[in-house]
């Protein structure tokens, strides 16, 4: 079959909920995608942050292949054993105590949303706590990640959404601080504003924020669902600020390509009992197999070391792009996460790269956000820059 005619059948049964790109992609080979009709694309959005081992890492493959072979998915009405290790390895890295796996970003969001009602809940009994969220922020799409998620256009057709939230400024402790009352459990935001547009958060507002938490008994949600697994050199970015959250989500990178999500708690955070909460999928042997290697691979290859070499150089690039062309105003980021800021619509740009063999994507209308795989060398550096070029003009 030709790629239009995939293109076709795709449009023909799928709901139409995505603008996709002209391009049918088939498989992956080191930091390279490829399509249906033989074009490489050097890919630096690694499916959304997701890829971080690129597509040829063989023991994570093979890691996965055994596992199939062996045992796929039980229930959480057992125990499994790639469960287990996975838990350990996640609670091991991030200094948290206590993982519950699902199977996406959203669903991490649920649970953090629950856990940290719950804890309200067991202290006052009273049912009417407040959530304070960030605007411009992302967290998902379904109802409770979308009520805490800082974009009215996602939102309105959708309501009436979880009641109970409100949202301040991201960066402005002021407008966090004028959002607390008695009724607020808990406060939610990504380190790293992602779909945002690329927005670190000053040290200054996380401690900040960290401050009223705890003057407060409120809980300090965490997403690290695109910002967290190395992308910014540490494990979660957090680790960079030094401020610890009471409940983080991840998703995105945490399986490197198999669905899989968690919400990671302090033991004071712990609130979620037998009825409380279960998922089917969540952490079945399949996903948990990736997650455990991608720890164990991290670990032996130097992931982390390697994010500070290569985005030091990548930052450089960057920053010499906005010197040298005026369409870029700016960058923003931390690590292997990075905006390029335009005076103009960056999906112009995104699609000449796509012409120009070069995966890239958008994180708001003007901002060109590169996410690459975090096993990138200098080399693919200098080829994206250099692809990069060709698509501005
Ligand atoms: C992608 C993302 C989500 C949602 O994750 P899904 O797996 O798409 O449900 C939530 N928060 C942040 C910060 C994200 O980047």
């Known amino acids: 079959m030709s790629t239009n005619n995939y293109m076709e059948q795709a449009e023909a049964n799928l709901l139409h909920t995505y603008n ?27 499916g959304i942050a997701v890829n971080s081992l690129g597509y040829s890492n063989q023991e994570y493959k093979d890691a996965l292949k055994e596992q ?18 996975a838990g350990e390895k ?6 948290l105590d206590k993982v519950f796996f699902t199977n996406s970003g959203t669903e991490a969001i649920e649970g953090a949303i629950k856990a940290a009602r719950k804890y309200a809940y067991d202290k006052d009994k009273k049912t009417d706590h407040e959530i304070i969220a960030m605007n411009h922020s992302f967290h998902g799409r379904s109802l409770g990640a979308l009520s805490v998620t800082g974009n009215p ?7 009436p959404l979880i009641g ?12 966090v601080k004028a959002l607390i009352n008695d009724k607020t459990c808990a406060i939610i935001l990504e380190p790293i504003q992602g779909e945002g547009g690329i927005y670190p958060a000053t040290q200054e507002f996380l401690e900040g924020v960290r401050k009223l938490c705890d003057d407060n008994d409120i809980l300090l949600i965490f997403d690290e669902i695109q910002c967290g697994m190395g992308r910014t050199g540490t494990m979660f970015a957090w680790q960079g ?17 198999v669905p899989v999500g968690a919400f ?46 290569v985005s030091e150089y990548l930052v450089q690039k960057l920053d010499m792009l906005v010197e040298k ?30 012409e120009n063999g070069l995966i890239l994507i958008t994180a708001g209308e003007n901002v060109i956000r590169i996410v690459p795989p975090l096993v990138i060398t200098k080399k693919h550096v200098d080829e994206m820059i250099g692809k990069l070029e060709k698509s501005l003009v």
């Open 90 to 95: 996640l609670i091991k890295a991030s200094g």
């Open 164 to 175: 109970g939230i409100s949202f301040a400024d991201f960066n402005d402790l002021e407008s």
């Open 325 to 354: 062309y005026e369409c870029i105003t700016q960058r923003r980021g931390a690590g292997l996460m990075q905006g390029l800021i335009l005076n103009k619509a960056a999906n112009p740009v995104i699609l000449k790269a796509l």
């Open 241 to 257: 600020y030094g401020v610890k959250p009471d409940i983080m989500t991840c998703a995105k990178a945490l399986g490197c390509g």
């Open 68 to 85: 199939i072979d062996r045992l796929m998915h039980v229930s959480n009405l057992y125990y499994n054993q790639p469960l287990a290790e």
């Open 264 to 309: 990671v708690m302090n033991n004071k955070s712990a609130s979620l009992v037998p009825g409380d909460h279960g998922t089917t999928y969540g952490g079945n042997p399949l996903v948990c197999t990736a997650v455990s290697k991608v720890f164990d691979i991290y670990d032996k290859e130097g992931i982390l070391d390697h994010v500070k070499e």
């Open 153 to 159: 256009h996602y939102q309105e057709a959708f309501k």
């Open 20 to 46: 996709r790109y002209q391009i049918v992609l088939e498989k992956g080979e080191d930091v390279y995608l490829f399509d249906t009709n033989g074009n490489k694309y050097l890919d630096f959005a690694a």
